[in-house]
């Protein structure tokens, strides 16, 4: 078959562009980073190998614009397109799907992504999509549909035996497949052929790599081996819980470093490997020597998952760039998220991190429908007394957007706090649920914490580092530093924008 | 706030270790006071001893009405929290976060559907909680050891427990669970929970699926 994995550029008024891939929360970015989307890249990969005509179709990182990007895949002539959707981008999809539809009637059209797989139904109700997948596990599941498609062209839809699909049926009744495998074994997918993906796409504009080229391994865990956080789309019934050999994922980035000279490694599982296999995983890296070929190497992780001897073990691997989400620095708020750590913690995981030369980033939210002035003034200054003291390097703030059903998505609605029903406003650009005080206090709050990295304090701390004389120290304050400039004003922009224009 | 949202808030609290025993070879037994926690029979809970700075998830072992909290932890080599956890003495603090999840999604009643509990090792946790809550259950519970000494408080369930054993011979059945559900003829309309490591998970999803039980009916929790 001829298949499109596809993302359209979707840019908004503002000429920003919606970062859709690798199910993150999208947002709209002027100077965007391009993440490689790695279960897509894996089904691509798993499609070509089975015979499949591939098109690897991101109109985003080929810097394309629609027009290009729409006439480029009907000039393709699909017969199968896989898109991911997420809330804010729907509205969008069901048009794109319906033109693409009418210029091109025959193609079938495959919908994936948290929010098509929460409410299948509408999808299909709300444009002329073929099939929307209800599982994670898109490159186990899309060569199967690609195979049934293939052996009974005619009938295919009466015929099929592939669980997580709803798919439309002629007549226009929804069938629905059933519930997919939730365990599948990761081993079994392939890891990413880099060419086919134009891997180099996706290798430079991205704050998280502090040496270039850089690139995101296929994630070792699927979804998240926590999986409770509320207002994380990984959680609830459709959670994948699966994993890949440790042997498995160090082929891969012996063959990165050695077959593609990438100089930072990214692995985008919701949480890494923790205990037995984080250590094995670090002493994998070391025992092949790939900790002194000059690659970094990170992750996400959570408070509370990582014991001193495993950071220490992973430092000594050339590990640098710890992803941590401090979603807010009082209790009952991480208990209402169901966090499953204390801020109490946090200190003593930033601690060890720091110790052994680790960059923990963290990813701060602000906004929640219950956050009071005196909550929120609490993450500021933490993440302040943070910053300041050295213990996390660098930090992100997004508002805290209800999204593709997640449980927090629900309780906003059953507790009548969504101030909108329009999927457009869903774009994290501004606080769309009510609040206990003005939204234009979490905005200020937002400011505040990005100005950090302009404070002397912070500055000072990053010159105390450098005493170290640990390179990635240097190239912190050197490189990164210059970019991060640049980076913060992009965000400061983009969260603050709407300061002043509350929606009640 | 409503009740239903309600029973499902979280707490973080600090608990003291009432009492421990060695169940089997490395294998524990750990109660704790469990003050006002409410909770739903497989759920489970962060923990570990207060002020260690890691934790991990595991599956209450005791009934919603039981008077303590209970747990059943292994000891993992080179698992800091299980062996910092089974160190613990009577006295001594730990930290808990929870209760988390819905393995359970539906409420059992005695009328429903029989229920096929599929557990590796301490798999068996959140099916021994559901058992203790509603012993008047139609369920039979697989459980996949590697020695006799495992059957975990086995005479709790009676004739509706079936142990299979890898390593050594004894119990109901020698082999693994797999083994015993290839020759097994489910009941096609059965609630089917695994609980346990992820390659059990995975084999017994495909034999239960070739045996026509539908994925609609399957539920899993990964031990991570």
């Known amino acids: 078959m001829r298949i499109a994995i596809s993302y359209p550029p979707i840019v908004n008024e503002d000429g920003q562009k919606a970062m859709v891939s690798q199910n993150r929360n999208v947002q709209f970015f002027k100077t965007p980073t391009y993440l490689l989307p790695v279960i897509q890249a894996q089904a691509a990969t798993w499609l070509r190998d089975l015979g499949h005509t591939v098109y690897w179709d991101d109109g985003n990182s080929q810097l394309k614009n629609y027009d290009q990007w729409f006439n480029d895949l009907i000039q393709f002539n699909p017969e199968l397109v896989v898109f991911e959707s997420t809330t804010p981008v729907m509205t969008f999809y069901w048009h794109c799907i319906d033109e693409l539809k009418r210029k091109h009637p025959s193609v079938i059209v495959v919908l994936t992504g948290y929010h098509s797989m929460r409410r299948p139904q509408e999808s299909l109700e709300n444009s002329t999509a073929d099939i929307v997948l209800t599982s994670n596990h898109i490159d186990f599941i899309v060569p199967k549909l690609a195979a049934a498609i293939e052996n009974d062209p005619e009938n295919w839809k009466n015929t099929i035996d592939v669980e997580g699909l709803y798919i439309r049926q002629s007549e226009g009744s929804i069938h629905n497949t059933g519930h997919f495998r939730q365990v599948e074994d990761l081993d079994k997918s392939p890891i990413v052929d880099r060419d086919l993906v134009d891997w180099k796409r996706y290798a430079y504009e991205n704050g998280n790599f502090l040496q270039t080229p850089g690139t995101y391994a296929s994630s070792v865990i699927r979804d998240c081996t926590f999986g409770k956080c509320t207002f994380c789309r990984y959680n609830g019934g459709d959670m994948t819980f699966s994993q890949m050999s440790v042997e498995r994922s160090l082929d891969e980035y012996e063959k990165l470093i050695n077959n593609y000279g990438v100089r930072e490694i990214f692995d985008d599982s919701g949480v890494w490997f923790r205990g037995k296999e984080a250590r094995a995983f670090a002493q994998g890296i070391i025992d092949r020597g790939l900790h002194k070929k000059g690659c970094y190497f990170g992750f996400n992780t959570r408070f509370e998952y990582l014991d001193e001897e495993t950071i220490k073990l992973l430092a000594k691997a050339n590990f640098r760039f710890i992803l941590i989400g401090l979603e807010a620095c009082d209790d009952e708020t991480l208990q209402r998220l169901k966090k499953g750590y204390t801020v109490a913690s946090v200190h003593k995981s930033l601690a060890w991190m720091t110790r052994y030369g680790l960059h923990p980033h963290l990813t701060v939210m602000v906004g929640y429908y219950w956050q009071t002035r005196e909550m929120l003034d609490k993450t500021v200054t933490t993440v302040r007394d943070l910053m300041f003291k050295g213990l996390a390097r660098t930090l992100q703030v997004t508002i805290c957007t209800p999204l593709d059903y997640t449980l927090y998505h629900q309780e906003c609605i059953s507790e009548k706090v969504l101030l909108t029903d329009n999927y457009d406003d869903h774009d994290m650009s501004k606080l769309i649920v009510k609040t206990p005080i003005p939204h234009d206090e979490y905005y200020e709050a937002i400011r505040k914490m990005y100005m950090i990295g302009f404070h002397p304090l912070f500055i000072f701390r990053q010159l105390i580092f450098l005493m170290k004389f640990r390179k990635r120290d240097w190239q912190f304050l050197f490189i990164y530093g210059w970019r991060a400039i640049r980076r913060i004003r992009n965000h400061i922009f983009n969260l603050t924008k709407n300061q002043g224009s509350e929606i009640l | ?224």
């Open chain 2, 1 to 224: 706030m409503t009740p239903a949202i309600k029973f499902f808030i979280i707490v973080g609290m600090i608990t003291r270790l009432l009492r421990k025993s060695e169940i089997s070879p490395a294998t524990w037994l750990l109660e704790f006071d469990r003050e006002d926690l409410t909770f739903r029979a497989g759920q489970n809970v962060t923990l570990a001893p207060h002020g260690f700075g890691v934790n991990r998830e595991y599956s209450i072992y005791s009934g919603e009405n039981d008077p303590t909290l209970s747990f059943i932890i292994r000891t993992v080599e080179g698992g800091v929290v299980s062996s910092a956890l089974t160190d613990l003495s009577p006295g001594d603090k730990a930290e808990l976060e929870g209760p988390y999840g819905d393995f359970l999604s539906e409420t059992p009643t005695v009328g429903m559907a029989p229920l096929l509990f599929v557990a590796t090792g301490t798999g068996s946790a959140p099916f021994h909680s559901v058992i203790s809550t509603y012993p008047e259950l139609n369920y039979t519970l697989l459980h996949g050891i590697r020695t006799v000494k495992e059957q975990y408080h086995h005479a709790h369930y009676g004739g509706n427990y079936i142990s299979c054993i890898s390593r050594e011979n004894g119990g109901s059945f020698n082999g693994r669970v797999t083994d015993y559900l290839l020759a097994f003829e489910p009941i096609l309309d059965a609630r089917c929970y695994l609980c346990g490591n992820r390659d059990m998970i995975n084999d017994v999803y495909s034999i239960l699926r070739e045996k026509g039980i539908s994925g609609d009916r399957i539920f899993s929790e990964v031990f991570f």
